[in-house]
């Protein structure tokens, strides 16, 4: 609905300009914001919009060049698997910005996804994506689980930490600001995967208490419920107190 509004505002705009489908590369709308929001919401609708959004993101970044909107086109030629084009973008990204966070979280996802992979960058981008506060929680759920998959638990621990800190779901893939606070199970499901983290660092008294913190919050009948109450189970094995029952059970 929201993507369908802002494209008839872009085409109006176009048209009343005497531009048309001919001139709408060299025609500006008036609000220079209207192509980035409208690239945000084609970027967040997946990849049959990938297109579109990179299309958009690169209008946006002739009247607005900031680090949100070259970051937008790195983003959108990242989702395309177009890693070496991606790159140019979210390092332009990063010049004009070398404090935006999630610049640099976009940067070690790259790192991760390049081939051969880049862990030394992949980790130091990250680590300075944390000093500047990231607080993008889907983007650091998915960083957590790539760290997981190299088995750099202890970066996968601090991604997945974050994530429960910040909750925050921006509605600009490319920025911080907007979104709303997550819901209970998306945040029982990151503290599930923290949990994990946890164990594979051997920090099990950690472990257990997030298990239990899941228990608390999620809705019984749930599968991240059953799952967390299984953990809980075995992480009060493996230290010796017994089956420690969830609150709320009886």
Not at 60 to 75: E, K, Q
């Amino acid at each position: 609905m929201a993507r369908g509004s802002y494209q008839t505002a872009l085409r109006a705009h176009e048209s009343s300009s005497g531009g048309g489908a001919a001139g709408a590369s060299v025609i500006e709308p008036l609000d220079p914001l209207l192509p980035l929001r409208y690239a945000d919401l084609c970027l967040a609708a997946g990849e049959d919009h990938l297109d579109t959004a990179e299309e958009m993101y690169l209008r946006a970044c002739r009247v607005l060049p900031t680090a949100s909107t070259w970051a937008g086109v790195g983003v959108a030629l990242l989702r395309k698997g177009m890693l070496e084009q991606a790159e140019e973008a979210l390092s332009e990204a990063n010049i004009r910005d070398n404090r935006n966070p999630t610049v640099w979280a976009w940067l070690s996802l790259l790192c991760m996804l390049s081939k051969p992979a880049r862990p030394v960058e992949a980790d130091q981008a990250f680590e300075q994506a944390l000093l500047h506060g990231i607080a993008d929680t889907a983007l650091l759920t998915e960083l957590g689980g790539h760290f997981m998959g190299r088995g750099k638990s202890s970066l996968g621990e601090a991604a997945y930490r974050r994530a429960l800190q910040g909750g925050v779901e921006p509605a600009a893939t490319s920025g911080q600001t907007g979104g709303d606070e997550e819901g209970g199970e998306e945040k029982a499901d990151r503290r599930v995967m923290l949990a994990e983290a946890l164990v594979d660092v051997h920090r099990y008294e950690d472990a257990l208490e997030q298990y239990r913190l899941v228990t608390e919050e999620a809705k019984q009948s749930s599968a991240v419920f059953l799952k967390a109450e299984e953990g809980l189970t075995d992480m009060s094995k493996k230290l010796g107190y017994g089956k420690v029952r969830p609150k709320g059970r009886f």
